[in-house]
């Protein structure tokens, strides 16, 4: 029986080593481990920091991006309500520019009215005049029985125009 103990005995040693050894051996592979995750914990830290660094270049890029799309929408707006603006003062000029010239254009149209009226009623009037003096040639023809001349006919009008005038200077 004593070896029994002793091969018992024997057993528990090489179990305790067996411990100790996978104890000491877990342990080591612990802070291996340990340290693994750590360097992971680290690298993937460092990666976090980089992608929120270029997330903000990123963003900053494209905020950059947005004000000078902003400030060009801007400046387009107001160069296009400065060529708006442009285009109703010329319009309002070109508009004025017209209607002046249309006045003037009627004003001239007035005055080349006047003058035609003014030429056809001379020209009717020594028309009514040229018929006026054969028609009281031929009556004073008629009248007297005998042609007269251009100048006798001219004194007998003259005379007659006389009496008419002095006939009226009496009756006012």
Do not use: C
């Not at 109703?88 to 000029?93: H, I, L, P, T």
């Amino acid at each position: 029986m004593d070896s029994w103990i002793v091969y018992t005995g024997l057993t528990v040693v090489y179990i305790i080593i067996l411990i100790i050894y996978f104890f000491r051996r877990s342990r080591s592979h612990e802070r291996e481990l340990h340290q693994f995750l750590q360097v992971a914990e680290d690298q993937l830290k460092h990666r976090q920091a980089e992608i929120n660094q270029d997330a903000k270049q990123k963003i900053s890029k494209a905020y950059s991006l947005v004000k000078q799309v902003h400030d060009i929408a801007a400046a387009f707006e107001k160069q296009a309500q400065t060529e708006y603006d442009q285009i109703v003062e010329d319009a309002k000029v070109e508009r004025q520019e017209l209607i002046a010239k249309t006045k003037t254009d009627i004003a001239d149209l007035f005055k080349q009215a006047d003058r035609e009226i003014a030429e056809y009623k001379a020209a009717r009037f020594k028309e009514v005049e040229r018929n006026l003096v054969k028609l009281v040639m031929a009556v004073t023809q008629k009248a007297l029985g005998k042609s007269l001349s251009t100048s006798d006919h001219r004194q007998l009008i003259l005379s007659a125009l006389d009496e008419v005038i002095q006939k009226q200077s009496q009756s006012q």
